[in-house]
């Protein structure tokens, strides 16, 4: 059994270590209803952005100048990897780090065999998983989420836009995390580039969308597509940053509650050590009375 001073040690580390997780807690709190009103308020414009997008995309061809839609065969593909700059967020990072590995051994391994995948990264954990592991990191954002602005994301997203239309890349997928709540996070991976021209349910599917294009499609496929884009970019990136700040704070609200539960034990086990201490003395003084008594 651990001595006394060990005990009351391990007690006051612990007590510190909790009020660190507390705080981290409500200041992950306070950023997540910050974050999460942002991408509740873009969700819906977003989902409808993007049912205009495949209907508009379908109703063009590639003679109507619709780059954004061609269907190439994958030879060149590029990742877009989310994943956050701080830990301690529970399985955040590991999840998206994980499937995006899998996607590329099992989807793009023959790509990835003819050295044909990049990945680009927004946030440290993903540049640093990636940069050791050898794969090719064409571009890292890490400081996106200090100035998380639809300013500053569409610059990201034109890149990629600009590199897809340079036929450097045929395929484009993001993978990020999809918030729901505070403490479920869904792992998701969207293609990007091109533009999927699928209705997305069978009722929209048995429906003919029939357009008037105004002022013309020229316009539409120069203006309005690359926008919608943009928009589906930025909301990944609300997505990925809301889902951190809850699994931030649900993993800091654990171990927080592990850390009470700790120190119970350790009361525990410190009031045994004392009354064992104690009662080792009352014995030690007993004895010592018996043997005067005898001498």
Known sequence: MPNLKEVRIRIASVKSTQQITSAMKMVAASKLRKAQNAILKMRPYAAKLKDLLQNLSASLDSGDGNIWSQQRKAEKVLLVIITSNRGLCGAFNSNILRTAVQRIKTDYAAQYEAGNVSVLTIGRKGTEFFSKRNYSVVASHDSIFDRLT????????????????????????IIYNQFKNAAVQYVTVEQFLPVETHAPNAVQAKS????????????IVTELIPKSLKIQFYKAILDSYASEHGARMTAMHQATDNAGDLIKQLNLAYNKARQAAITKEILEIVSGAEALKGS
């Open 150 to 173: 639809y300013e500053n994301v569409s610059v990201i997203a034109t890149s990629v836009m600009d590199a897809f239309t340079d036929k450097q890349f045929d395929r484009v997928d």
């Open 208 to 219: 003919n969308i029939d357009y008037l294009f105004l002022p013309s499609k020229e316009e």
